[in-house]
C-alpha cells in the first residue's frame, strides 16, 4: 500500500519554464491537495479537489492549474516559473463521506527550485 | 478568518515529558489534528480529537483540548531522540479544510 506518492523528488527549473509535478494515491480518497509550505510559513493551501471532474482554489492559486481527470491522480501544473514559487510541495489525500471526515494523508513532497 | 497559532522552538531532554501547544480562533472547529514532519519527509498525522472530546490518550501521546480558550495541547511522555521534528497543529471545520498552524521544532537533547 503506497499511500500518497510524489513525482519527483527534486526539481530545478529556470524562470519561465513548465513543469508538472505528479501526485497519485491508492486509498480510494475522493478529496485530494496540493499545499506549499514555505520555511516558517506552515501549509498553504493551492488547490483541491472533491472528486474526479471537480477542483477548486484554495489560499494561494495564483500561477498553478490542477486536474482531477481521475480519482487517483491529481497533477499540478506550472505554467510559467517564477522565483517566489520556490517552496516544498505536497499532496495529501483524504475520504469524506457524509460527515464522515477521515484526516489527510500526505506525500513526501517534491522540492522545487526556481533559478 | 481561521488561525493556528504554535510556539516555534521546544527543546527537552530526552526521559522528560514535551508539552507542545496550539492555540486556534475558529470556535467552529469540529476537528484537531496533531501531525509530526521529521527532515525531509511528509507530514505523518499522529492523533486528531473532535472537538466534543476534552482528551484522547494514545500509548505516550496525549492529547488535551479546552474548548473555551481555544487551546490544544501534545503531551509526549517519555520524549526519545526519535521524536524530534516538526508538530504541526491544525485544526478543521469537518469539511476537508484544513488549517494548519506554522510548526513548533522539537529538540530532544540526549
Known amino acids: 500500500n503506497a499511500g500518497v506518492t510524489q513525482t519527483p523528488k527534486f526539481r530545478i527549473l529556470k524562470i519561465g519554464q513548465s513543469m508538472t509535478l505528479q501526485c497519485t494515491q491508492d486509498?480510494?480518497?475522493?478529496?485530494m491537495y496540493w499545499y506549499r509550505q514555505d520555511p516558517g510559513m506552515g501549509l498553504k493551501l493551492i488547490y483541491y479537489?472533491?472528486?474526479?471532474?471537480?477542483?477548486d482554489k484554495g489560499e494561494v492559486p495564483n500561477g498553478y492549474n490542477v486536474s482531477r481527470s481521475t480519482t487517483e491522480d491529481f497533477p499540478l501544473r506550472l505554467e510559467l516559473a517564477a522565483p517566489s514559487q520556490t517552496s516544498v510541495y505536497f499532496c495529501?489525500?483524504?475520504?469524506?463521506?457524509?460527515?464522515?471526515?477521515?484526516?489527510?494523508?500526505f506525500g513526501d513532497g517534491t522540492r522545487l527550485s526556481i533559478l | 478568518g481561521e488561525d493556528v497559532e504554535q510556539s516555534l522552538f521546544l527543546s527537552v531532554r530526552e526521559g522528560d515529558s514535551s508539552v507542545i501547544n496550539c492555540t486556534y480562533t475558529?470556535?467552529?472547529?469540529?476537528?484537531l489534528y496533531w501531525y509530526k514532519q521529521e527532515p525531509g519527509a511528509g507530514l505523518q498525522l499522529l492523533t486528531y480529537i473532535f472537538s466534543n472530546m476534552d482528551m484522547k490518550q494514545d500509548q505516550r501521546l496525549t492529547v488535551l483540548l479546552n474548548k473555551k480558550d481555544k487551546h490544544l495541547s501534545l503531551r509526549i511522555a517519555d520524549t526519545q531522540t526519535g521524536d524530534s521534528a516538526i508538530y504541526f497543529c491544525a485544526e478543521s471545520r469537518g469539511y476537508q479544510k484544513v488549517t494548519f498552524g506554522t510548526g513548533t521544532k522539537l529538540q530532544v537533547i540526549p
Open positions: 495529501a489525500s483524504s475520504y469524506s463521506d457524509r460527515g464522515n471526515n477521515q484526516p489527510q494523508h
Open positions: 486509498m480510494n480518497h475522493n478529496y
Open positions: 479537489s472533491v472528486g474526479a471532474g471537480i477542483t
Open positions: 475558529d470556535s467552529s472547529s469540529t476537528y
